[in-house]
């Protein structure tokens, strides 16, 4: 088991540093850095020697070494629009985006899980189908679009939610949480809201699909046949089978929820990585860029390694019940 | 069950403070799409920064309203004789932020800071030799030639306090990581710096000791970027924010016909033109003739211009808002040539029997390089230029891209027309002149892409920069005026608008540098 | 086999689902309004001359002001709103097919070989699995456009936008084809027919093909129609982050991204007209997903 994780990890590395030699090989062509960082009357020479001093001149080889010696170090290096040490700025971010992804799972998981049982067990229904067919026609709209049209639902017509931001932060520690202040779960709701309706749905089919299909199995009509009371059977039985795969599935869609995130922080100018993200490709801020992406990196190595530890420790169960 | 008795005359005394209190604290928070990226009023010469820190900092003269050049830290100014230079005259009794004062000092060591190295200021000051410290209150700027605009020049030279920097080891701007001066302020200004969180948010209080008599009543002022536009409209029109600048042209109408919502529309002091390779042998995204360069022919030229109906892409993409250009400079400026002040006739026709003049009555294809999120609607602009003169037959084959790389393709010459916009730091017209038209250097014609060459404007550059005679100038640049007209070096479309949006109590002042002054805001 | 689908239960349970019939017909609809699209569309909107400014701004036919030549009105730049997402539709379809049919490819293939030879290979396929996810869809689709640009002519890098897009769409949905194919292998290779045909010499590749292929096209054809969906709606998040199309060839993606500029100003059918069409496609196509899950899966029958 720990010679499992120890391969794993030192393949991790691997995938850090191949994410960012492909990053750090295509940065060049994502735009000029030094005409974000100056002005209109900045000579060609002042821009030069901007450009040498930052060591943009230096061969690819050398500014790879450089950016992975530094990392290993623990020195993220400085962005090249604000000079703020990266390592802050990601304290700072790296927080907003988790809140936003955790709850954003969550309100999945918490709705999706019910829908799913509840469409699974009453598949005719009038209910069941308008749940259906109302979140197909939610993850079939463009994020950006939901995000957008919520915004002026309840930020501007009711008047409900904030509009953007994060609302009142707290500070523990250098963790910067917005869980603890009213403000800050009103600004949460439609965020975590927009970034969660396709995790929901996912979650809430997939929820279905396994139940419907357990609950049709041998083991579930032998249970019938044995004369357990058909809400044991519902609840103990087909939920427990039903989990297994779907909470796989979900640690890798928090991989995903990572990955919208960039769209619903830009709507909503939710101070995350994902708008630092966006911001450091609009300002072509290469560090920045090159951080967010090894960060990234590590954070579906992480998921990753705890799904498939997750699987390798549930496996045998699953084996030992297919023979049966 | 004790009471403390109050006495009565602290209780006289507490009602008769309670009736003189100032009026209710207005906390006014504003929005932009971009966020300042520091604090250091030396480090960016771009309109973000500046703008704000104009709140903050302050210099030796500074611009009013109707962008007249007024005095600031300097009560008086004059000029040396025989041009040798500037005499300013301190204010006096003045304190920075922090309590020290300021003096000649401070603004010596904020000119040896703006021309050091990791300076983006530093052109400002290329015309001048020396700054020398006469005395407490009076400070010498010895140019190397004439230079009757120099006052005007560097407006938005700011001045710290020497002593701070030294103590802060922020005596030069930072240039790869930030320096005490990237997030702390120091000035004179009308606003003090109460905290600042990069891309999130900036808090500003008001300067108690400021030496001016405040117009505003703002008690805070909090800025943040939003970049999302829709976003910002929904956050003005929730009532979060009080000011956004700019918001779409499209929701200007939206926006007025709301209850409690009001939108200033003014004019920018930017240009919107389209520039030619005139140093381009042939045409580089041509799908048929690349053996040439059609542009090099003047006729060819001024049938693009003629072909341009500016007025419509006024109405319908710029919804009225824009107003047609003439030359490089908007109306108003400084050195505008009345006498050139008609754009080339919208004469499809025309320019179809001179494009048949120029030997190409089939018309040709060629490539339109054009910013995708530089200027307002900058790549609806470019479609309909390209539409426009696909009706001539001349068939343009946009590439539209963000401005992030866009500079970068120009400078690699790799484009056969492309749009720009100019908004001259002088407001005045030898700024464009300088960076625009004059043959490539060094130093001059850096903005000049297409290598537009004109030996008579070269020599006049310098005589322009240093005539004392205001008809005399006016005279010259008339001259380069109509040059750069028969010429059509450019074809100035159109300037730009400034779309200002805010709640309906509020009231600013607009300045077409886009500076947006919290001193001028007033809060009913 | 084209004969055992047509007697299969699959036709009989489909005639009988009218939501599945209701999906069919509107997919199939657009699909062939998006493929004959030059010859059914009024104009052809990506044809520069032929349309004006000043029809700019045009609304539906069933509103005041509007012109009959432009059914669904006309966007800021005077183009025609029926032919222009008759034309994106087009557009967006065919990258999210093309992108699809890469992604299945080499998700297909690599998963297979992963799963089949394991060890080594496997780690290193699920290791560039890695990298690929953690790649986001709009970085992957930016550097590559970033390199066509830096390496390519001039000339050429225009056209490529479509293969940029499209390759940029593939690589991100390459992954999810690749641990099914990988996961059903797994399942697979231990079944008596696999272990037959190992003894009997056959070659690994034939295997693959002939013996396990054929049992994971359910499972595949899932995940086609979901992925499908989610490349068109993908092609949309990038155009809106700014890396997608250019707006004189837009798919319904860019038209949406253009058309969000018209959220609040009054010609809302630049924005709507799109995204209507874009949901009610994505829908008809999820249903169809939906139903050939069911269809596939023995036990819910």
């Known amino acids: 088991m720990a ?25 060049r062509f994502v735009g000029d850095p030094i005409s974000q960082m100056t002005g209109i009357e900045t000579t060609a020479a002042d821009q030069e020697r901007l450009r040498e001093e930052l060591g943009l001149n230096d061969p690819f080889f050398k500014q790879f070494a450089r950016f992975t010696g530094d990392i290993l170090h623990g020195d993220f290096g400085y962005s090249f629009r604000t000079r703020e040490p990266i390592g802050d700025m990601l ?78 932060t707290v500070e523990i520690g250098w963790w910067r949480s917005s869980l603890f202040t009213i403000e800050g779960w009103r600004s949460l709701v439609l965020p975590a809201l927009t970034l969660g309706l396709f995790q929901l749905t996912l979650t809430m089919r997939l929820v279905r699909a396994q139940m419907m299909e357990v609950m049709r199995t041998d083991h579930i009509r032998f249970a019938i046949a044995r004369g357990v009371p058909w809400r044991s059977i519902r609840y103990r039985h087909a939920l427990s089978n039903t989990m297994i795969p779907v909470i796989t599935i979900i640690g890798l869609q928090f991989g995903g929820v990572i990955a919208f995130s960039i769209v619903t922080e830009s709507v909503f100018q939710w101070p995350g990585m994902g708008l630092l993200f966006l911001e450091s490709i609009r300002f072509v801020d290469i560090p920045v860029m090159s951080v967010y992406l090894v960060v990234i990196a590590f954070f579906f190595v992480l998921v990753n390694l705890l799904v498939d530890l997750l699987y390798f420790a549930i496996d045998p169960r699953l084996r030992v019940r297919e023979s049966t | 069950m004790f009471r403390t008795k109050l006495p009565t005359a602290a209780l006289a005394v507490s009602a008769t403070m309670l009736c003189a209190l100032p009026a209710k604290a207005e906390t006014f928070r504003w929005a932009g799409t971009t966020d300042p990226q520091t604090m250091d009023p030396h480090a960016v010469n771009a309109t973000p920064e500046l703008s704000f820190l104009n709140n903050v900092y302050e210099g030796l003269v500074r611009r009013g309203p109707d962008m007249g050049v007024q005095p600031s830290l300097a009560t008086s100014w004059e000029a040396l004789p025989d041009g040798a230079g500037w005499r300013f005259s301190l204010r006096e ?13 401070d603004v010596v060591f904020s000119y040896e800071r703006a021309i050091s190295e990791p300076s983006d200021v530093k052109s400002w000051f290329a015309n001048v030799a020396e700054v020398v410290k006469v005395d407490d209150n009076t400070v010498d700027f010895l140019t190397s030639a004439p230079d009757p605009l120099f006052p005007g020049s560097i407006a938005n030279f700011m001045i710290l306090d020497a002593e701070w920097a030294a103590a802060n080891d922020a005596e030069v701007p930072a240039r790869d990581a930030e320096n005490h001066a990237t997030r702390n302020t120091n000035g004179t200004g009308p606003f003090v710096l109460t905290s600042r969180d990069p ?79 005139h140093d381009h042998d042939v045409l580089r995204y041509s799908d048929e003739t690349t053996d040439e360069n059609p542009f090099l022919d003047v006729r060819v030229r001024q049938a693009v211009a003629q072909a341009i109906d500016v007025d419509t892409i006024n109405r319908v993409i710029m919804r009225g808002a824009a107003e047609p250009a003439s030359q490089l400079l908007p109306e108003g400026l400084s050195g505008f040539s009345d ?81 720009l916009g100019w908004s001259p730091g002088t407001f005045d017209a030898e700024h464009p002149i300088r960076f625009l038209t004059h043959t490539p250097t060094e130093r001059l014609g850096t903005w000049n892409f297409g290598g537009y060459s004109s030996p008579r404007i070269d020599e006049m550059l310098a005589p322009i920069q240093q005539e004392l005679d205001p008809e005399a100038r006016q005279a010259m640049l008339e001259e380069v005026a109509g040059i750069l007209q028969n010429d059509v070096a450019y074809v100035p479309l159109y300037t730009e608008p400034l779309i200002w949006a805010m709640q309906e109590n509020i009231d600013v002042v607009q300045r077409p540098d886009n500076f947006f002054m919290l001193r001028w805001v007033d809060v009913n | 086999m084209l004969r055992r689908l047509v007697r299969s239960e699959g036709v009989w349970l489909f005639s009988r689902s009218p939501a599945a019939i209701l999906a069919a017909l509107v997919t199939v609809a657009i699909v062939a309004g998006a493929l004959f699209a030059p010859w059914i569309a009024p104009t052809d909107p990506y044809d520069l001359s032929s ?116 390759l940029a769409i593939a690589l991100s949905l390459w992954v999810n084809f690749a641990r099914t194919a990988r996961a059903s292998v797994f399942v697979e290779r231990n079944k008596d027919y696999v272990s037959a045909a190992i003894m009997m010499g056959q070659h690994p590749v034939r295997i693959m093909l002939r013996h396990i292929l054929p049992n994971i096209v359910g499972p595949l054809l899932v995940i086609a129609t979901v992925d499908l969906a989610s490349a068109i709606l993908l092609e949309a998040t990038l155009s809106f982050l700014g890396v997608g199309l250019p707006a004189d060839s837009p798919s319904l993606g860019t038209l949406i991204r253009i058309g969000m500029q018209y959220l609040l100003s009054g010609e809302w059918w630049i924005l709507w007209i799109p995204t209507v069409f874009l949901v009610v496609l994505v829908v008809a196509i999820n249903l169809l997903g939906d139903f050939l899950r069911d269809l596939f899966n023995p036990s819910l029958r």
């Open chain 2, 339 to 419: 006498e050139h002040a008609m754009r080339p006739e919208f004469d499809p026709e025309a320019a179809q029997a001179l494009l048949a003049e120029a030997g190409y009555p089939d018309g040709f294809s060629f490539g339109l390089m054009c910013p995708n999120d530089r200027y307002i609607n900058d790549e609806a602009v470019c479609r309909a230029v390209a539409s426009m003169l696909a009706r001539i037959g001349v068939e343009a084959n946009v590439n539209a891209m963000p401005v992030r790389g866009y500079w970068d393709e120009l400078r690699a010459d790799n484009f056969d027309m492309y749009l």
């Open chain 2, 199 to 277: 891309g999130i948010r900036t808090d500003l209080s008001p300067n108690e000791t400021w030496w001016d008599t405040a117009e505003h009543k703002l008690s805070e002022a909090i800025f943040t970027p939003i970049g999302n536009p829709a976003t910002g409209l929904a956050a003005l029109l929730s009532g979060e924010i009080d000011f956004i600048s700019p918001i779409p042209l499209q929701d200007v109408e939206q926006v007025e016909s709301r209850e409690g919502f009001k939108v200033l529309t003014g004019l920018e002091t930017r240009v919107i033109m389209l520039g030619f390779g």
């Open chain 2, 93 to 105: 009794n003045v304190t920075f932020h922090d309590g020290a004062a300021f003096n000649a000092d």
């Open chain 1, 91 to 168: 304290l700072t971010r790296l927080p907003a985006t988790l809140e936003l992804g955790t709850v954003a799972l969550l309100i999945s998981l918490i709705v999706g899980i019910p829908a799913g049982i509840y469409t699974a067990l009453n598949p005719r229904g009038v209910m069941s189908q308008s749940i259906l067919i109302g979140t197909l026609i939610g993850v079939s709209i463009p994020t950006f679009v939901i995000g957008i049209l919520l915004i002026f639902l309840f930020g501007v017509q009711l008047g409900w939610l904030p509009t953007y931001g994060r609302g009142g």
């Open chain 1, 3 to 27: 010679g499992f994780i120890l391969k794993r990890l030192v393949q991790s590395i691997f995938v850090m540093l191949a994410v960012a030699f492909l990053a750090f090989s295509l940065f």
């Open chain 3, 51 to 166: 349309f004006s400014l000043i029809d700019g701004l045009l609304p539906p036919i069933w509103e005041d002001g509007s012109d009959a030549r432009f059914l669904l009105g006309t966007d800021d730049q005077g183009r025609d709103m029926l032919s222009s997402i008759l034309y994106g539709a087009r557009l967006s379809l065919g990258i999210a097919a093309i992108a699809m049919a890469v992604a299945l490819v080499l998700g297909l293939g690599l998963g297979l070989a992963a799963g089949y030879f394991g060890g080594r290979l496997d780690a290193i396929v699920m290791r560039i699995a890695d990298v690929q996810l953690a790649l986001p869809a709009i970085l992957t689709a930016l550097l590559i456009d970033g390199i066509s640009r830096g390496i390519l002519p001039r000339e050429l890098h225009d056209d490529l936008r479509l293969a940029v897009i499209t």
